[in-house]
């Protein structure tokens, strides 16, 4: 099933141009570690209007595992409509679904908003780094001291919305902003990672309109962990 689903659902037909371009604000240098190793999401709806929580539940992921080091990244969803599960190797340039029920490993296509061409850039900077503005609050999450900031104007976010993030003061993830298309699939990593913010870890994401707030939030780090075969094509798997 193709579809754009965390930026389409979550942030409902966003901008795809933005001639402003202001001045992003002075962020200060702080060394922060690069993380490898495995981060789970959770993504969840806050509404009054249960019909429409059940509705959205159904067609979106309520977790999300990612795991990434120097030139993989594998992304497992759980529930929803997709059921993405992704396996991409930098070095090779390779993105494979798996069907995990038929047994096959489909090769697509992928792009990387992490790495667009200066033309690309020039003309949507929204898309590539977020105008964000502190709001001075600090709160602790999986024991890791986050910086809340505004988000000021994205190009995944409509400027009827609100959206804050929490930023993790001491790590950081590698750039991590895929958009990958297969046969059978069309899939983005999460909402967090698509944003373009890199001056630390996205934390939790939060997004409010008018009908519902969507909060995306890592609620498990381990560094350095991988299973063995985690980036590998699965045994009895067929290439498509």
Not at 101 to 117: C, E, Q, T, V
């Amino acid at each position: 099933m193709n579809r754009y689903f965390f930026v389409v659902m979550l942030f409902l037909f966003p901008l795809l141009y933005s001639s402003c371009k202001e001045k992003q604000p002075e962020v200060a240098e702080v060394s922060k570690t690069l993380f490898y190793g495995k981060i789970v999401y959770s993504s969840v709806f806050e509404t009054a209007d249960t019909v429409f929580k059940l509705n959205m539940e159904a067609i979106s992921p309520y977790k999300i595992d990612v795991y990434v080091n120097e030139n993989n990244f594998r992304m497992i969803e759980y529930g929803g409509l997709s059921h993405s599960n992704l396996i991409l190797n930098k070095e090779l340039k390779a993105a494979w679904q798996l069907d995990t029920i038929k047994k096959l490993a489909y090769l697509g296509d992928y792009s990387d908003l992490g790495d667009p061409n200066a033309e690309l850039r020039d003309l949507m900077p929204d898309h590539f780094k977020p105008l964000v503005e502190t709001t001075n609050e600090k709160e602790t999450i999986l024991g890791r001291s986050c910086t809340k900031y505004k988000i000021i104007r994205s190009g995944f976010i409509p400027d009827d919305n609100e959206a804050f993030i929490w930023v993790a003061d001491d790590f950081r993830i590698p750039t991590s902003r895929y958009d990958i298309q297969t046969e059978i699939n069309h899939a983005a990593v999460p909402a967090p990672l698509i944003l373009g913010y890199e001056d630390g870890a996205i934390m939790r994401l939060a997004v409010k309109t008018k009908s519902y707030t969507r909060i995306f939030e890592i609620i498990e780090l381990q560094k350095d962990y991988f299973p063995t075969g985690i980036f590998d094509i699965p045994e009895g798997y067929q290439k498509k």
